[in-house]
Every structure is written in structure tokens, then in C-alpha cells.
């Protein structure tokens, strides 16, 4: 093991961040994972704790230190609610990318990371192929969410109900120079994301239509890689640091007002991260993400409050025969953005019968790289989940978040609920498919 002082000196790089915790305990009452384990160790209060003892050279245990960081579903609920101000998700992923550089990244990590995820072209060509594929290790099941099970025994899928991969990603439908397309109003970049792309792309082509609808001009430029969040969470600086460079030299080709994601999670890490941690603070590049992240907006806030402001009004007195939908709040886009009326708003608009669950915006569980390791706490947050959405009656769950898509996907279809999974978009868009036929 290196030099614990070495460490303890990086460690110090957060230190002004750090004390600003007084150790309250307000994040007891709202963090999901201490409501699961009643541990103080799994609370940001005690994480904090530990990275002041290490940054004193207190602990000889980084290991350990880092399992517990690791331990967290960075949500935001602790940082949403805390009195001192403490940005606690910042504080957490710039201590994984500390101790990921101290200690080094596993064989696995350095692979899927550095050699797949890093390089956009031949990570597209591995998921195609995996699509190709995917027959041999998943069967469909027969319900609403349209999700697969494990035909084999594994170890990360054995329990899970997951969606499979989309036989056409939607990079595959856009020419191999971008998809441009003029409009009447402001012009809006597309920034697709991973799973919108992969799993998701009938988001995208939604998102196309109620755009292209408004009249509002659009491009996206063909090539784009992840966000750099899967990454950045595992502490792989480097990858992100890459994976950033490699967006913004594709965006800083367009012209644009607006830049929108379909994803919350994306929208979240180019506002909030993409500026605040990116690796060379000595190129310049971080004024250009600064400026880029004041220009990025999640896609249903742009248009109702920068295109169709009339939408936030529709639907206000419910129509009881329309069909209910209930919605579900991201983390990532009301506790880290506060956007949730807008959404709401694309789902009235969409002529459905809005019915709020108990706990909308409390987490789903999926947290990423959480759900990996940590499966059976993941599905424990996200069966109350579950339960709030059948409680409600409806028959279409709405959420602006992939990844809490696939989550909550997983969970109805294990609780055998007859209730579909949707982006507002693909509500919003289906309406007026349906109302302009």
C-alpha cells in the first residue's frame, strides 16, 4: 500500500468542503439506503466522517474507506436536504476518483472503462453485437414493461427482470454526419445518452417529434459518447476527463441555443459535473463547459418553459375517463435540477389523468453501479416503489430517467403488475400522433 500520508494529502484537497458539515443528522431522515440498513456508516454524515479521519491520517484502512463511498446511491437526498449546504454527491465522486487514483482500478473496471466505454465506436460495436446476442442469454417475458429474464443461471441476472437491448440503436437511424433539421423557433443540440440510445431509442424519436411539432430547429451530431458518469461514479477521472473532451468537440461544431437530454442523469452530470470536475483546470476547457452547462436544459423543462409555456396549464381539471398515469420524480432531475412540474406538465398535456403516488420523489434504488454490487438493497428501496405505484391504480408509470425506467420496469414486472413504464415524451408524443391523424 502506498504512503498513507500521500493520501491524506489528496484528501485535503476536499477539506473546505468537508467542514462544512455539522453533523446534524439531517440526512438521516431522508437517505434510502440508512432506511433499509439503519447503519450510520451508510448515511453521508458517516461517509463525511470517514474522509475527514482520512484526510488526518486518522485511518489505515483506504480499502475499507472506499467500500463504504462506494456504498451510496448518489441520489442527492442528503444533499437536497442539508442545512449547512454541504454538496455532498461532488464531495463523494471527487473522493472515489481520489482513491481510484490512489489505488488503482481493478482488471475488470480498467477493461470496461478504458477500453470500451472510453472509445464510443467500439463500445456502440460490442452493444451491437451484445444485441445480436442477447437471444442466447434472455428470454422475453409475457408483461406490460417488456422485460427479459435469464435463460442461464448467473450470478448478476439470475433475480433480475431486465429490458432487453433495442434491435436498432438510435445512433444506427441518424445520418453518419448528424441529423440537422431547421425550424421556426430556437434551435436545440440533442445530447442522446447511453441508455436513450440502447435500450430507449423510441425516446429519442419522441423527442424529435414534439420538438420538430414546435417548431423548434434541431441537431445532433452523430459519434456521441456516454456522459462519463458510469466512470466518474468508479472513480475513473481519466475515462470522463476523455469522454468530455470527446462531446464537447462534436457540440462545439454545431450552433445551437439550447442543449437538451431525455435523460436525467445526463442533464444532472453536464450542468453539475462536467464543469466542476473535469481533470486539466489549466486548458480552458472549463470555461467552455461552464458555458455549455448554463446552455443545458432537461428536455420537458425546455419545452414548457421555453416553447410552449401553454402546456404547463393543459389538462389542469382531468378528464376521469382518460387514462391514469402516475409519475415518478428522478433524483437526478428534481433533487439535483428541481425540475418536476414540467414534466408533470408534458403528461397532462399528453391527455391523461395525472394521479399522484405516496413518495413520488423518493429514490427508486437503481443508483447505477449500485444496483450492481448491492442488487438486494436496490431492490428492497425499490419494492416501496412498487408498492406506491399499484397503490395509485394506474395504468402507465411516467419518469423523465432511463435508468429509473429499467428499475422500476424490473420491479412491476416482479410484483406482476399490468402497468407500463414511459417517458413523458413518448406520452406527449403519442398524443399528438394520435390527435393529428
Known amino acids: 500500500m502506498a504512503n498513507m500520508n500521500e493520501l491524506a494529502n489528496l484528501v485535503k484537497e476536499l477539506e473546505e468542503q468537508l467542514v462544512t458539515c455539522i453533523r446534524c443528522g439531517m440526512c438521516q431522515s431522508v437517505c434510502p439506503l440508512f432506511e433499509q440498513t439503519r447503519k450510520e456508516a451508510d448515511v453521508a454524515r458517516g461517509k463525511l466522517a470517514l474522509l475527514t479521519g482520512l484526510m488526518d491520517n486518522i485511518f489505515s484502512d483506504p480499502d475499507g474507506v472506499n467500500e ?179 462531446n ?77 398515469v402516475t409519475y415518478h420524480d428522478p433524483c437526478h432531475l428534481k433533487k439535483s435540477l428541481g425540475v418536476s412540474a414540467q414534466p408533470r406538465a408534458l403528461v397532462r398535456a399528453a391527455g391523461c389523468n395525472l394521479k399522484e403516488m405516496s413518495g413520488s420523489d423518493k429514490c427508486c434504488g437503481m443508483g447505477g453501479s449500485f444496483n450492481v454490487y448491492h442488487y438486494d438493497l436496490s431492490a428492497s428501496i425499490g419494492q416501496i416503489k412498487q408498492e406506491n405505484i399499484a397503490a395509485t391504480s394506474a395504468t402507465t408509470l411516467a419518469t423523465g430517467c432511463p435508468a429509473c425506467m429499467m428499475q422500476i420496469s424490473d420491479m412491476l414486472a416482479k410484483g406482476k403488475a399490468n402497468i407500463r413504464v414511459r417517458h413523458p415524451l413518448e406520452l406527449y408524443a403519442e398524443h399528438l400522433e394520435n390527435t393529428n391523424r
Not at 464510443?120 to 452493444?127: A, E, N, Q, R
Not at 442523469?265 to 473535469?278: A, E, M, N, R
Not at 455549455?292 to 375517463?321: C, H, W
Request: glycine share 8%; aromatic share 8%; with cysteine.
Open 68 to 246: 463504504r463511498l462506494n456504498r451510496c446511491l448518489l441520489c442527492g437526498s442528503c444533499a437536497a436536504n442539508c442545512p449547512s449546504g454541504v454538496n455532498v454527491l461532488e464531495i463523494f465522486i471527487k473522493a472515489r476518483a481520489i482513491l481510484a487514483e490512489y489505488k488503482g482500478l481493478s482488471p475488470a473496471k480498467q477493461l470496461i472503462f478504458k477500453k470500451m466505454l472510453a472509445n464510443p465506436g467500439t463500445f456502440d460495436t460490442l452493444v451491437a453485437w451484445a444485441g445480436k446476442f442477447q437471444g442466447l442469454f434472455a428470454k422475453p417475458d409475457d408483461n406490460a414493461q417488456g422485460t427479459s429474464c435469464a435463460r442461464l443461471v448467473s450470478p448478476l441476472l439470475a433475480d433480475r427482470h431486465f429490458l432487453p437491448l433495442a434491435k436498432t440503436p438510435f445512433h444506427k437511424e441518424i445520418p453518419k454526419d448528424g441529423f440537422r433539421k431547421k425550424g421556426k423557433k430556437l434551435k436545440a443540440a440533442i445530447f442522446t445518452g447511453c441508455l436513450i440510445d440502447k435500450v430507449f431509442p423510441n425516446v429519442a424519436r419522441s423527442a424529435i417529434k414534439v420538438l420538430d411539432h414546435h417548431g423548434v430547429g434541431m441537431s445532433i451530431p452523430a459519434g456521441q459518447g456516454c456522459c462519463g458518469i458510469p466512470a466518474l461514479a468508479s472513480g475513473d477521472r481519466e475515462t470522463f476527463t476523455r469522454l468530455v473532451d470527446h
Open 248 to 324: 464537447l468537440a462534436l457540440f462545439r461544431q454545431e450552433r445551437f441555443d439550447v442543449l437538451v437530454t431525455a435523460c436525467a442523469t445526463c442533464t444532472s452530470t453536464i450542468k453539475k459535473l462536467w464543469p466542476s470536475v473535469y481533470k486539466d483546470a489549466s486548458s480552458g476547457v472549463k470555461e467552455q463547459l461552464t458555458e455549455l452547462a448554463g446552455k443545458t436544459m432537461d428536455i420537458n423543462q425546455f419545452i414548457v418553459d421555453n416553447v410552449a409555456p401553454e402546456l404547463s396549464e393543459a389538462g389542469a381539471t382531468p378528464d376521469q375517463a382518460a387514462e391514469v
